[in-house]
């Protein structure tokens, strides 16, 4: 019986490994996957091996590699609206082109290996670009979007390529901003 939970574990965290989105996570996976790994030695009477698996496997390896990944840099996207009172996700771009132009900022993120967080929030744009803590903020205002971003951030660059290309119908503004010039405005 224990031997069947380890292998249904095993195959549960592989699974999970392989198809998580978030590197970070993936690894941590590994880590688990490693250790169950060593468990499964352990019952079959191998301590040595279990060790050896334990300390290089899910110790050495997954620091390792939680180490490369720290040059991983993760991009920070706020997603605000008037239409943010109580709810703060996803469900308010479901179902339409805005939900299509979310999910394409994601994906132009993960193909120049930055990972996005998106954070849904009321809070005004001011107070956001003040944090200084997002490298993207996107205003919607009824149909009207408005992108805000760093004019040091050659990300903003290439995503303004993709809005002009892929965007045309949608209303989109881009506005940048930076230490000591003035914003400066492109309209899609």
């Known amino acids: 019986m224990v031997e069947?939970?380890?292998?249904?574990?095993?195959?549960l965290l592989a699974l999970?490994?392989?198809?998580?989105?978030?590197?970070?996570?993936?690894?941590?996976?590994?880590g688990i996957f490693s250790l169950v790994c060593s468990f499964l030695y352990l019952y079959y009477q191998a301590p040595d091996v279990a060790i050896a698996e334990a300390v290089i496997g899910s110790g050495l390896i997954t620091l390792l590699y939680l180490t490369a990944l720290k040059r991983y840099k993760v991009y920070n996207i706020a997603y605000t609206s008037d239409a943010f009172t109580q709810v703060t996700d996803r469900t308010i771009v479901e179902g339409t082109r805005?939900?299509?132009?979310?999910r394409e900022i994601e994906e132009f993120c993960f193909n120049r290996e930055l990972e996005p967080q998106l954070v849904f929030t009321p809070d005004p744009v001011d107070e956001l670009v003040e944090t200084g803590q997002f490298d993207l903020i996107i205003r919607q205002e009824g149909e009207r979007i408005t992108v805000y971003g760093n004019r040091e951030n050659f990300v903003v660059d290439e995503l303004e390529m993709l809005l002009i290309l892929r965007y045309e119908d949608l209303n989109i503004k881009i506005?940048?901003?930076?230490?000591?010039?003035?914003?400066?405005?492109?309209?899609?």
């Open 4 to 11: 069947l939970i380890l292998l249904i574990s095993l195959v």
């Open 16 to 30: 999970l490994a392989i198809r998580s989105e978030i590197l970070r996570v993936a690894v941590v996976f590994f």
């Open 98 to 102: 805005h939900e299509h132009f979310v």
């Open 175 to 188: 506005e940048r901003f930076g230490e000591e010039q003035e914003q400066e405005e492109i309209v899609v």
